[in-house]
């Protein structure tokens, strides 16, 4: 046996995202076009609450620091079907642990497609460590108590409900998300990933393109600026958002459709076919 010719298979984001179709210059054009983009609506999001949105497809989002760093939590939602929905975990091994510019956010399956683009984080370019994290998750209460100790504390879950509950979606809807202005270290030895303080100040913001109709939700999270551990929630330094949506007046690209090898599904026979049962 020979293995002399075997080599490292290197898992490349840059080559995910030539391979995916990726045009940078479609991307470059709209970041020059910045100076004609117009605001066309802001909603104010308080501390420890959240709010949903809808952004058309075209459009800008941004997630405006308004008075100093706080953490947010982003869930994104096909607007037409929201059965579509932000892939936190294929989003990590597509585009990495942190999210770089014209990184793509991409919808779960049977669609898996690109959402929406990351444009600009203010703080990594300024020279800062990135603070937009792709690998989901969200605090409950129950990670507060968890680690607190108090029972019933405020969390982007709750947040979460609360701000899609009036377009009808409900908690079975609420996925694993993107964690914005969070800044997130993962030690490589041992994988164990730490929060600190996060390096956002007042008027840093995230900006994402709309690839489709989106409903966008965000939370506040009662993790505030990152200061403190989950341990001590009534230490936290939390703070307001503002979102910020902008007319561009660009058209996104239609994303190729895959192969269907939906075509060749299995057939059971009735024979061959096993009921779940539940252990009696
Ligand atoms: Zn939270």
Redesign the pocket.
């Known amino acids: 046996m020979r293995f002399q010719n075997v080599t490292t298979n290197h898992w490349n984001v840059q080559e995910n995202l030539d391979h995916a179709n990726f045009d940078r210059e479609f991307y470059e054009d709209l970041n020059r076009g910045r100076p004609g983009f117009k605001l066309k609506r802001s909603i104010a999001i308080g501390p420890r609450s959240g709010k949903a949105f809808v952004v058309k497809a075209g459009e800008i989002f941004r997630i405006v620091e308004t008075e100093g760093p706080q ?1 947010c ?1 982003l869930w994104l939602f096909n607007r037409k079907n929201p059965k579509e929905h932000f892939w936190s975990n294929y989003t990590m091994v597509l585009e990495g642990v942190y999210l770089k510019q014209y990184g793509r956010l991409w919808s779960n399956m049977p669609w898996f497609r690109p959402m929406a683009t990351f444009m600009e984080e203010t703080v990594r370019s300024r020279g800062g460590f990135p603070h937009i994290i792709s690998f989901g998750s ?2 409950t209460s129950e990670l507060w108590e968890l680690h607190s100790g108090i029972k019933g504390l405020n ?2 879950h709750i947040n979460g409900l609360n701000a899609i509950a009036p377009f009808g979606l409900k908690e079975e809807n609420l996925h694993d998300n993107l964690n914005v202005h969070m800044k997130v270290e993962i030690n490589p030895n041992d994988g164990q990933v730490s929060v600190s303080k996060s390096d956002c100040v007042r008027g840093d913001y995230a900006e994402f393109f709309a690839e489709l109709d989106l409903l966008a939700a965000v ?1 506040a ?3 505030g600026d990152g200061s403190y551990p989950n341990s001590m929630p009534e230490k936290m330094i939390v703070g307001p958002l503002e979102i910020e949506i902008y007319s561009t007046g660009i058209r996104p690209k239609t994303f190729p459709k895959w192969y269907n090898w939906r075509t060749n599904k299995p057939r059971i026979k009735k024979e061959d076919s096993i009921e779940l049962k539940a252990n009696t």
């Open positions: 953490i939590d969200h605090c969390s982007c939370s999270c009662p993790l």
